[in-house]
């Protein structure tokens, strides 16, 4: 059996209680918005070092990056020269 619930109009002092909830939980909500505005808006960039690899007119990849592929045992003898 399902319960069933009469109908009534909410006195006069429980719709201003309501409604002073209402308005605490919506200036509590601002506060907080604010303040997190607040926060990153103040924020400073931290000073970058310029990349010397990227400012290069000819950069090269590095050894063992996907450019050049993987590093072999025996790839930094230099040509000519027998071990």
């Known amino acids: 059996m399902t319960p069933r619930y009469r109908q009534v109009e909410p006195s006069r002092s ?7 909830v209402s308005i ?8 907080v918005a604010f303040y997190v505005t607040r926060l990153m ?4 960039p931290l000073p970058t070092e310029p990349d010397p ?5 000819h950069p090269t990849p590095l050894a063992g ?6 590093v ?3 790839a930094g003898a230099t040509p000519g020269r027998e071990r």
């Open 14 to 20: 429980e719709i201003f209680g309501a409604a002073a």
């Open 65 to 70: 990056s996907p450019a050049r592929g993987p």
């Open 53 to 57: 690899v990227a400012e290069s007119p």
């Open 72 to 74: 072999l045992p025996g």
């Open 24 to 31: 605490a939980i919506g200036a509590g909500a601002a506060a």
């Open 41 to 44: 808006l103040s924020r400073d």
